[in-house]
């Protein structure tokens, strides 16, 4: 291992580099469990281990191949109506997350961070405590509106779940459809958050090969998580769901004050 860390990650000790595996096992076990929270737990526990840079570089390719996987568990054509049915949410966070991450060693990140963190902690904890918020049914305005906000944080932090499960929640979606739509989502979203930071310069071919080696990690967090949540009524699905969700808020707010 130590021939092959100057490679992987850049003066990371080989303790280290086991925790970052592990880091990696925990993102895919709260990933298969309520279906977002992977680049969140990464980022977090990458970055302080490793630059900045090489953290958001590290989630790319796990986040690609789990959302994928996660997007695909029913079948390519129940993928394809999620797809249809968020186009206007993905077209808008496509967008902005293309055009906010050519501004990711530029753009301070702790304003969106707290904008984003602020409002998704209010929501979770509101519904927590039984303050219900819902939408009847999906709306070309609010798709537009959230999605461009989880673009813009996507771009810049690779994170960009906390508002597109807030609105999932909101109107109410079945576990099973919510976890596939956010792998719809979210896997076209690592994908376009893939080739924008080939473009940025941070995935180059040292961060790529530190991602790759993250995959297999990840993807047996996720399996594990899985038979986790087939074994969860929908009610705790949600109360699980909205305490991630907290957290990852918190967190975000954590981010941007603390850094």
């Given amino acids: 291992m130590d021939a092959f860390l100057p490679f992987l990650a850049p003066d990371l000790a080989p303790a280290l580099f086991a925790i970052a595996l592990l880091i990696a096992v925990f993102a895919g076990i709260i990933k298969g469990m309520v279906?977002?929270?992977?680049?969140?737990?990464?980022?977090?526990?990458?970055?302080?281990?490793?630059?900045?840079?090489?953290?958001?570089?590290?989630?790319i390719l796990p986040t690609v191949v789990s959302n994928g996987v996660q997007a695909l568990r029913q079948g390519p054509g129940a993928a394809w109506q999620s797809v249809r049915r968020f186009q206007v949410f993905l077209i808008a966070g496509?967008?902005?997350?293309?055009?906010?991450?050519?501004?990711?060693?530029?753009?301070?990140?702790?304003?969106?961070?707290?904008?984003?963190?602020?409002?998704?902690?209010?929501?979770?904890?509101?519904?927590?405590?039984?303050?219900?918020?819902?939408?009847?049914?999906?709306?070309?305005?609010?798709?537009?509106?959230?999605?461009?906000?989880?673009?813009?944080?996507?771009?810049?932090?690779?994170?960009?779940?906390?508002?597109?499960?807030?609105?999932?929640?909101?109107?109410?979606?079945?576990?099973?459809?919510?976890?596939r739509v956010q792998g719809v989502i979210y896997g076209l979203g690592a994908v376009l958050l893939l080739f924008a930071h080939i473009g940025s310069g941070v995935m180059r071919a040292e961060t790529a090969l530190f991602s790759l080696v993250l995959v297999p990690p990840a993807i047996l967090g996720m399996w594990l998580g899985g038979r986790i949540h087939d074994r969860i009524e929908q009610s705790t699905f949600r109360k699980a769901t909205l305490i991630v969700l907290t957290l990852a808020g918190l967190n975000l707010i954590r981010r941007a004050l603390l850094g």
Avoid: D, H
């Fill in 35 to 59: 279906g977002f929270g992977m680049p969140m737990v990464l980022v977090s526990g990458l970055g302080t281990i490793l630059a900045p840079e090489w953290a958001l570089a590290g989630l």
């Fill in 94 to 179: 496509g967008i902005a997350l293309v055009i906010s991450a050519q501004f990711v060693r530029i753009l301070p990140q702790e304003v969106l961070l707290l904008l984003i963190g602020v409002p998704i902690t209010a929501f979770a904890g509101m519904q927590l405590v039984g303050i219900a918020l819902r939408l009847a049914r999906p709306s070309n305005r609010a798709e537009i509106a959230i999605g461009t906000v989880a673009g813009l944080i996507g771009g810049v932090s690779g994170v960009w779940g906390p508002p597109t499960v807030a609105y999932l929640t909101a109107l109410g979606t079945e576990k099973t459809e919510q976890i």
